[in-house]
């Protein structure tokens, strides 16, 4: 049984920074691309933020680049997410998804696995 478990959200204040972790069992981590998201109130989940199997590349979502960072560590079967400058916008609860595939891309529907998300809170 595949699981996804992400932690580390929380309340911050605008400006600040949080890292949020993924834990994966159950597949072969090191043979899954891995995707970050995020859902708003009242909006749909968008992409935040990829990574290749080897770490070969990231790629972000544009209002995320120089501000947030993907890794991966395969021998800990994690995939991280460390954002910084946090801004009020950035409030949501924010899910990690594994591709069977190089490249999981940039849309919900090439993700094969999700985990069941963390609530990051930005304040003013």
């Known amino acids: 049984q595949v699981q996804l478990v992400e932690s580390g959200g929380g309340l911050v204040q605008a400006g600040g920074s949080l890292r949020l972790s993924c834990a994966a069992s159950?597949?072969?981590?090191?043979?899954?691309?891995m995707g970050w998201f995020r859902q708003s109130p009242g909006k749909e989940r968008e992409f935040v933020a990829g990574?290749?199997?080897?770490?070969?590349?990231?790629y972000y979502a544009d209002s995320m680049k120089g501000r947030f960072t993907i890794s991966r560590d395969n021998a800990k079967a994690t995939v991280y997410l460390q954002m910084n400058s946090l801004k009020l916008e950035d409030t949501a609860v924010y899910y990690c998804?594994?591709?069977?595939?190089?490249?999981?891309?940039?849309?919900?529907?090439?993700?094969?696995?999700w985990g069941q998300g963390t609530q990051v809170t930005v304040s003013a």
């Open positions: 998804a594994a591709a069977g595939r190089v490249y999981g891309g940039t849309t919900e529907r090439s993700y094969d696995y």
């Open positions: 159950g597949l072969t981590f090191s043979s899954y691309g």
């Open positions: 990574i290749t199997r080897s770490s070969y590349s990231a």
